[in-house]
Each structure stands twice: as structure tokens, then as C-alpha cells.
């Protein structure tokens, strides 16, 4: 049965998902007819949760539901499915939620670093930006931003020169997001990175996978936007991060787009959980080339994680004047002597900031299409 929730200071219910995981009594199922919000074709076939929430709870004579609400998928068995559907604001729809901006200057590739003494690795390059990763900023272990950033810039920290831009790449490990989630408001984290006055910002993004419930991927999918929409009203230009798993997920995006009244700065995806050969070719690519060849024409796509040249190849092909590339893997490799070439990786004896210059010039090279490894000539 639905149950329903109070919307906060409106007093009208909204819907969430129905107990059991029923899809015929969902307020999100596309073929109920009593659907509310109709955005769901059904339950996940590779679901792990499904009926786990049946099991009795470990200890005996503990609470009902108590293991249920100490786990950390969201499905419509939970007990306390009000608290998160109050969290996301009560809807699954993405209406409403704004991220308006213009994306800065950038290189076509910019290059990912840890924080540590970047004037010594750009001092050959001077490159035109540099990016840094969440853990880098808000601590794992604390979930509190660290000591050593109180009272800087993000160019300050990471010793940029004035034209430089600094861009914060959102991604982290699910627990580091989850953290930036649930303490956010209390710890003006959206304020605080606009403090920073970070030139772009690619959000926090919340994970989607296909062993999980359909609605915790469908409160991730809002989750993202909400991240976005929250930080651009703090005045950061701030890029919303997309996943999907089904075309429908897709066809959401487009018409959140299209009925947004200024589009964002871009669309952002972090591809490094597209692993192997499989996952790239049969849910990466097609859902990149429908976002090709449907997105509006002029709005650029920021992308991470990826670091192969017949990806890289792929990619630019897909979204030619408009792709824009962020990797750690020039300094990845650098950090353990490699470098990488036409032919592929090569472990070398050399000076760090000799390799990771090298290794920016070939992603430079392979963004803008001036070089061909030769294995994909």
C-alpha cells in the first residue's frame, strides 16, 4: 500500500514507493493507473535487495525492521522510506531543479593532481587548468574539511598562477559522498566551496548501480541534480553529474533539459566504473550515443575516467567540439615511473614532474586528435 508522507510546510502527501517492492501498487510504476509520479518501467532483474527486507533480524527480540533501517539501499520496504522521501523533497520528478552557468575557458584535457606540489610538476607545462578530487578537499575519515584549507582559495592551495583554473572533481568513494550528503546544510559545504571560489565544480555524484533497487537508483538520479541546483544557488558554477541504466532514465534527462529555462554549464559522467570490455560496449557507448545525438547541440559534456585511446577516440567522435577530458592518470603513472606513448605504457627511470609533462602532452595529444597511438592508426 502507499503511504503518505506529509510534504514539508505544504501538508499534501506524496507518494513513496510501495512496501514489498510491488510494483503494481508503486506510485512510480508506469503502469499503474493510480501512478502519481509514473517514471519507473519496473523493478531491476539484477536486483540483490529483492525480498531481503523478509529475513528475520539477527538478534533475537531486536526491534522490527532494525537491520532494514541500518542498511544503506533505499527500497520501499524500509520502514523509514519517509525520512528519505522527505530528504529528496518528496518526488522523484526532476522539476524545478536549476543549475544555470557558462562553462569557463578550458583546455581540452586537463589533468588531475593531489594537491602536492603542483608549481614543481606545471613548471615545463604551464598548463591552463588542473583539477582535484573531493577526498582531497573533505576528509574520508573526518568527513570535515581538512585543516589545511581553512582560510584559501582553491588557486592559493594549489599554488595556481591568476590565469590558471582550478576545477574540484565531486568524485569519491560512496562513503565520502554519502558523508558530503548527509551534512551538507549543517556544514554549509555548498558555501564553503564557493568560498573557495573553485572556477568549475563537478558535483558530488551519488552511485548507481544494477544490483540495487530501482528506487535508490531513481533518488541518486535526483540526488545529483539536487547536488547541482544546491550549489549554483550558492553561487558556484557547478556541472550536474548523470548515470542511467535504462533508456527511460535518458529520456528524463532530456526533457529535465528541455524544460529548464537556462541549460547548465555542461553535463558531467565519470566513466571509470565502465571497467571492462563488456560494460563499455553494451551500456556506456549506446547511452552515449543516444545523449549525442539528442542532447542540445551546444552543451558541452565533461568527462572522467578515461584514460584508453580507442575510448578517448570513441568519445571525441561522439561529441566532437564539445568534449572535454579530466584524468589522474598522468600523474598516476608518473608517480610509479611510466609513461605513456604511442605504443602504449613504459616503465622508465625519470624525474616525476618529467613524466607526468610527458604524460599531459600524450592526453593533450589523443583529446585534440594530434596524436594516433599506433596500434589504433
Known sequence: ????????????????????????????????????????SGCTSSCEYCGCARAEDPLPGSEPGL????CPIRCGTRPDREAWMKDIGGTMHFTGLRAPGTLPDLPLFTPQVDGHDV???????????????LRRVISPRTHKLFPRWEGQTAHQFLNLRPEQKAILSGYAEDPLVEAYWTRR???GFAEMLAAQKWDLVLTPNASMYFNQPRAENLINMRRNLMLAAELSAAGVT????IYWLRLEDLDRYLDWLDETPALPPALAMNLQTFRTQADWEEMAVPGLTYLAATLPPDLPMVLTGASRADRIA???????????????NPLQYARHG???????????????????????????????GTITPRNEA
Open 1 to 40: 500500500m502507499t503511504v503518505p508522507l506529509p510534504m514539508p510546510g505544504v501538508g499534501k502527501p506524496v507518494p513513496a514507493p510501495a512496501s514489498g517492492c510491488d510494483c503494481n501498487n508503486c506510485p512510480f510504476f508506469m503502469d499503474n493507473p493510480r501512478a502519481v509520479e509514473p517514471v519507473c
Open 67 to 70: 537491520a532494514c533501517t541500518r
Open 119 to 133: 608549481p614543481t610538476l606545471d613548471a615545463q607545462l604551464r598548463w591552463p587548468a588542473y583539477a582535484l578530487g
Open 185 to 187: 546544510k549543517a556544514d
Open 238 to 241: 557547478a556541472v550536474p553529474n
Open 314 to 328: 570513441t568519445l571525441k567522435a561522439l561529441f566532437p567540439g564539445r568534449l572535454y577530458l579530466i584524468s589522474q
Open 338 to 368: 611510466a609513461v605513456m606513448t604511442e605504443e602504449g605504457r613504459v616503465d622508465t627511470h625519470a624525474r616525476t614532474e618529467d613524466l607526468f609533462t610527458a604524460n599531459v602532452r600524450f592526453y593533450a595529444g589523443l583529446a585534440d
